[in-house]
């Protein structure tokens, strides 16, 4: 039993963003000390070349070309699965019928009905699994929620949230899998607006309709760096939705991938009929707030710096700039907890489910060009 144990055992599947996980995993215990350290055992790649390279540079014991082989593991206690989106259906509908703790990367699969099964094998199975969206751990998104729950926002009137990278503005970079709409399910729409609408789900609410629309902008690329031969891309480059609440409220959600000046920039706005919030990830260690009840010539931008304020972690912080891998490590901390103290894991397959209904509506919608309803899930 975990509970027991000095340190749990765990699997990897996937390298790419795999290998950052572990970098997280391996800190935990110097963050949480009253948590297991975590012996990083074994990584399933797509090759066996990139395994070789996880073994030297993770200091594993093995590696596999075939994921089957290492949920058939009886030597793991959890894994991260960080795969390919096609993969995560048939991945997690194996793992959930082992006894490991399931860490799984955003989307929850290529598309709802895939979801669907995977949420319907949970329930067969009386299993679940924790999704990674390490920005609700973001400290000054905590803080937002306690804003939002405290009622300090009042009825939300608008919202927006915008995820602009420049990861792909060169036409000569290949897309590999993420051009295929079969192995990606969709462009941005399923790989950057997650986050998002993950964030507007957790703090504003369910929509109960959208409309959209999705671009591609390049429409070929070469299947290697340097090489002539090119494909079609079938998946888009930018994606913009609007969204309708049930209380009338109404948001907008935009992605793209192809953003000049734009690194990594993700932000967010709640606007509300006592309160509004604004937080970016480009200034990660702040939220600004602005409250109806200041008097009218001093209402505005109140900047709350929130910094590293994660008040159960052993390591100093609160007055230092915070990183994205400090996230997943209190995200991979949370899962770890919640996995020992068999609590539900938060946010569960479920809530991965929701999301992926909204990315189905949206792209519905954006297909049709008219407003489409959000499925339940």
């Not at 572990?22 to 990083?40: G, I, K, Q, T």
């Not at 200091?59 to 993969?87: F, Q």
């Not at 094998?121 to 804003?147: K, N, S, W």
């Not at 910094?307 to 209190?330: C, K, Q, T, V, Y």
Request: net charge neutral.
């Amino acid at each position: 039993m975990l509970t027991t144990r000095r340190s749990v055992r765990a699997g990897l599947i996937g390298f790419g963003i795999g290998r950052f996980y572990a970098a997280a995993l391996r800190s935990l215990h110097l963050y949480y000390p009253e948590l297991p350290a975590v012996d990083l055992v074994a990584i399933a790649t797509a090759s066996a070349a990139s395994g070789l390279q996880a073994v030297r540079q993770l200091d594993l014991k093995r590696h596999t070309t075939d994921y089957r082989e290492l949920l058939a593991s009886d030597d793991l206690d959890l894994v991260v699965i960080a795969s390919p989106n096609y993969l995560h259906h048939d991945m997690m509908l194996r793992a959930l019928r082992t006894n490991m703790a399931i860490y799984l990367d955003k989307p929850l699969a290529n598309n709802l009905a895939e979801a669907r099964d995977v949420l319907r094998t949970a329930q067969e199975t009386g299993r679940d699994a924790q999704m990674i969206f390490e920005l609700r751990y973001c400290p000054a998104l905590q803080l937002a929620r306690r804003v939002v729950d405290t009622g300090r926002l009042g009825r939300v009137y608008a919202f927006r949230s915008v995820y602009f990278r420049s990861s792909y503005i060169d036409p000569g970079k290949p897309l590999r899998w993420k051009g295929s709409l079969a192995q990606s399910g969709a462009g941005v729409l399923n790989d950057y607006a997650p986050h998002s609408i993950d964030l507007i789900l957790w703090l504003v609410g369910k929509p109960d309709r959208v409309t959209a629309q999705l671009r591609t902008f390049i429409t070929q690329r070469p299947t290697s760096v340097g090489g002539t031969d090119r494909v079609p891309i079938e998946t888009d480059d930018h994606m913009i939705a609007q969204l309708a609440m049930p209380d009338g409220g109404i948001g907008t959600i935009e992605a793209g991938r192809l953003i000049t000046g734009c690194v990594n920039d993700l932000s967010l706005e709640i606007y509300g009929s006592e309160g509004s919030l604004r937080w970016n990830l480009a200034e990660p260690n702040s939220l600004y707030f602005a409250d109806r009840k200041m008097a009218a010539d001093e209402r505005g931008w109140l900047k709350i710096p929130t910094n590293e304020r994660f008040p159960d972690s052993a390591l100093p912080g609160n007055d230092l700039p915070l990183g994205m891998m400090r996230l997943h490590i209190a995200g991979l901390a949370d899962f770890l907890r919640r996995t020992i103290d068999r609590q539900p894991y938060d946010p569960n397959l479920e809530q991965g489910l929701r999301v992926q209904a909204v990315i189905e509506a949206v792209a519905q919608a954006a297909h049709a060009g008219e407003w489409i309803d959000v499925m339940d899930g």
